[in-house]
Nanobody, 127 residues
């Protein structure tokens, strides 16, 4: 059974940095794409960033471009979200997700493309 566990969230001040981690366990026998999404109170879950199976392609929401980066550890079992220059509007629960339907391409920007999700980690940015 595939499981994703996020960690690294917390309370920070505007301008600070934070790195989230997503540990992936279980067997995945096909190439997959990995993404980070976030959901603020009262809002829909939204795309943040994603990375293709081969790591050659990354995608970012305009709101985080230039501030956030996505990377993976060895064996693709850990995915990181480095968040710099954090803003109060970045406050949300951040979710890691895997898509076994798409391993590359702009489909990795869509919530509906993902079939495995973590439980989320809270990030709060104070002004």
């Amino acid at each position: 059974q595939v499981q994703l566990v996020e960690s690294g969230g917390g309370l920070v001040q505007a301008g600070d940095s934070l790195r989230l981690s997503c540990a992936i366990s279980g067997r995945i026998l096909v190439p997959y794409g990995t993404g980070w999404f976030r959901q603020a109170p009262g809002k829909e879950r939204e795309f943040v960033t994603s990375i293709s199976w081969d790591g050659d392609n990354t995608y970012f929401a305009d709101s985080v471009k230039g501030r956030f980066t996505i990377s993976r550890g060895n064996a693709k079992k850990t995915v990181y979200l480095q968040m710099n220059s954090l803003k109060p509007e970045d406050t949300a629960i951040y979710y890691c997700a895997i898509s076994t339907r798409y391993y590359s391409g702009t489909a990795l920007r869509q919530v509906a493309s993902y079939n495995y999700w973590g439980q989320g980690t809270q990030v709060t940015v104070s002004s």
